[in-house]
């Protein structure tokens, strides 16, 4: 138990389908992140927020779609997806500006695009 | 660019040693972290370093040389758990963190 729970832990879905992921973080962090992680490839930064506000864009696409509605909450909406978009969706959570910042992960989504 | 570097894959003896090495080229330095992720599971974060030398927690070392852009992650007396990727990541100059793909290691008994 990391202190930060993802949900669905598995989800398939169509190219046309519309689907969310969930991220609830315990632990009173101020920052939550949103990464894609592929077989054999570095973790991805996809969405930052900090103090709630989106920092960071990394070049995604529009059809993934943040949303931080508070400190704990982090959700990603998903829409007309490809099959390339398919991987280990992981969302984290960091107390950034104190000690190390290292960063807490939940467990994942894995999503799978037919 | 930026690039961290570390092995693919490793094997290792349950009971031995292993050395996992990571070398980086990045724009600035604040921190080299280490996390470790059994398969299925989140990564957890094992180790930080910002300043050289090592820092030792158990059975886990992690060394850091900044001159040299280098890092490595020293685990003793093996156990069958012990067996996961272990991950890589320097945060830069403008605190981005930059990840290593990841060393997947195998314990055998």
């Known amino acids: 138990e990391t202190g930060v729970t993802q949900t669905p832990r598995h989800l398939v879905m169509g190219m046309t389908n519309k689907k969310s992921l969930k991220c609830e973080q315990h632990?009173?962090?101020?920052?939550m992140y949103w990464y894609k992680q592929s077989a054999k490839k570095p973790l991805e930064l996809m969405f930052v927020?900090?103090?709630?506000?989106?920092?960071e864009n990394n070049s995604v696409p529009s059809r993934f779609s943040p949303e931080c509605p508070n400190s704990s909450h982090l959700f990603l909406h998903l829409h007309t997806l490809q099959p390339e978009d398919s991987a280990l969706y992981l969302c984290?959570?960091?107390?950034?500006?104190?000690?190390?910042?290292?960063?807490?992960f939940g467990e994942g989504s894995r999503l799978t695009v037919l | 660019g930026q690039n961290i570097d570390q092995p693919t894959e490793m094997t290792a003896t349950e009971g031995a040693i292993v050395q996992i090495n990571c070398t980086y080229q990045t724009s600035g330095f604040n921190g080299l972290f280490w996390y470790q992720q059994h398969a299925g599971e989140a990564p957890t974060f094992l180790s930080y370093n910002v300043l050289d030398g090592l820092e030792e927690k158990g059975r886990f070392s992690s060394f850091l040389s900044r001159s040299k852009g280098y890092s490595y992650l020293l685990l003793k007396e093996l156990q069958m758990k012990d067996s996961a990727s272990y991950l890589c990541?320097?945060?830069?100059?403008?605190?981005?963190?930059?990840w290593g793909a990841g060393t997947k290691l195998i314990i055998k008994p």
């Open positions: 927020y900090n103090f709630k506000e989106q920092t």
């Open positions: 632990l009173g962090h101020n920052a």
């Open positions: 984290a959570s960091s107390q950034v500006y104190e000690g190390p910042g290292e960063l807490f």
């Open positions: 990541a320097v945060r830069d100059s403008n605190y981005q963190l930059i």
